[in-house]
Each structure stands twice: as C-alpha cells, then as structure tokens.
C-alpha cells in the first residue's frame, strides 16, 4: 500500500532564513508526487509536482522539491521565506489510473518576524 | 470557469439528521472526489468517481453515500450525522493523465455536529 508521512507536523522559522519540508513515500510502483499548500482558511493549491524527468522541480511562490528515489523522499525548500509564506502544506502522492491522492498528515509553517 | 464550487461553506447539523454537500466543477473533468480534512490527519479520502455513473470507496466511506448523475455535479450525502463527522470537507476534481494530474479543489465546506 502506498503512504506518506511528512516528519515535522510544525516548523517555526524566521522571515529571510531557508526553510526545508521533509517528506518519505511509500509505494511498490512508480509514484507522482505532490506538494499542495493551504493558506488559512482556504482550499488546496498546487505548489509543484513531479512526474518524471528532472528530479529538481521549481514550484510557484520560489518553492523547489527534490525527487530522491533511492532515500523515497520529496523534500520541500525554499532559501528565504516571507510572512506570506506561512500556511499548512501537504505532500500528497498520486495513484495512477484513479485519480486517488493520498496525503501525509502536513505541516505547519509559521514564520517569525 | 468558475472551477470547483462547494456549498454550503459552514454547517451545523443535530446528531441523526441527513444532508447533502454539493460540489460542482465546470472543467469537464472526468475525475472528481471527496476528502475530508481532521487536525493532524492531512486529507482522507472518502469516495471517488471516475466518471458519470462510476463511483468507489476511499479509504473512509462509512456514513457517507455519492452519486454520480452528471459529469459536473459530484453531491456528498450523510445519511444520519455524528460527531465524528465534524471535519471540513473538500471536493477536488481532474483530468485524466497528462500533462498535469493535477486535482482541483474547492474552497471546503466546515461541518459540525453537535
């Protein structure tokens, strides 16, 4: 069965210092991966995805994930965050053929002025 | 387009009673699914549906039924609430393959039952 687990349910960071995401997959078959972010009181929307190719994916708002198959990890980063920055952020992975996505538990990212 | 529309935003039900969320999407997806959402939990899935017609089970379908009439309308019915089905509930809805794979969701709908 596949799973995910994000390792940190909340990561407090200062407002310009990097910031790193950590997320493990699981799953016996070839695997796209997701990362959505959720701002208060809002719906989902898609930071980045991977689906093939580069392992290095750049993702909106100067998000970036890296693809490692041989750890099964999808790390999420970004060198200099910004009060705007603060939101919940979930990484998700894709069932091929349904449609199914399924999503570790997110975490919470509040940036310190 | 409009995208992924839920209604009502906010809910509160009495324990036993039955109601309906609505979702509709107008991008012609062919996917569309239901989640719910609980603190430290990320998103559950509750049911699917391929398309107009077909519908499965996620991984939490009990006390919850869908249907599928249309390509664009996906409703989520509880048939008799419980406090465990105090959540927020999100529709989402895409294409089939590529290039995107990419689901679509909408703003969520916030139910309490007391």
């Known amino acids: 069965a596949q799973s995910v687990t994000q390792l940190d349910s909340q990561v407090p960071v200062f407002e310009e210092a990097p910031v790193e995401l950590r997320c493990n997959y699981s799953?016996?078959?070839?695997?796209?991966l997701f990362w959505y972010v959720q701002y208060p009181n809002q719906g989902l929307q898609l930071l980045l995805k991977?689906?093939?190719?580069?392992?290095l994916v750049k993702g909106i708002n100067g998000f970036e994930a890296e693809f490692n198959k041989s750890q099964t990890s999808f790390h999420l980063r970004k060198p200099s965050v910004h009060i705007s920055d603060t939101a919940e952020y979930f990484c998700?992975?894709?069932?091929?053929?349904?449609?199914?996505?399924?999503f570790g538990q997110g975490t919470r990212l509040t940036i310190n002025p | 387009n409009a995208g992924v529309t839920q209604t009502p935003k906010f809910q509160v039900l009495k324990t036993g009673q039955s109601m309906t969320l609505q979702c509709a999407q107008d991008?012609?997806?062919?996917?569309m699914s239901w989640y719910r959402q609980d603190p430290g939990m990320g998103l559950r899935l509750i049911h699917y549906?391929?398309?107009?017609?077909?519908?499965d089970q996620g991984e939490v379908p009990n006390g919850y039924n869908v249907s599928r009439s249309t390509t664009e309308d996906f409703p989520l019915r509880l048939l008799s609430a419980a406090p465990s089905q105090t959540s927020v509930y999100f529709c989402?809805?895409?294409?089939?393959?590529?290039?995107?794979?990419?689901?679509?969701f909408g703003p969520g709908t916030r139910l309490t039952v007391t």
């Open positions: 549906s391929v398309g107009a017609g077909i519908t």
């Open positions: 799953s016996s078959v070839s695997v796209y």
């Open positions: 998700a992975l894709l069932i091929q053929g349904a449609q199914k996505l399924v």
């Open positions: 991008m012609n997806h062919e996917y």
């Open positions: 991977y689906l093939s190719g580069s392992t």
């Open positions: 989402a809805s895409s294409y089939d393959g590529q290039p995107s794979y990419e689901q679509y």
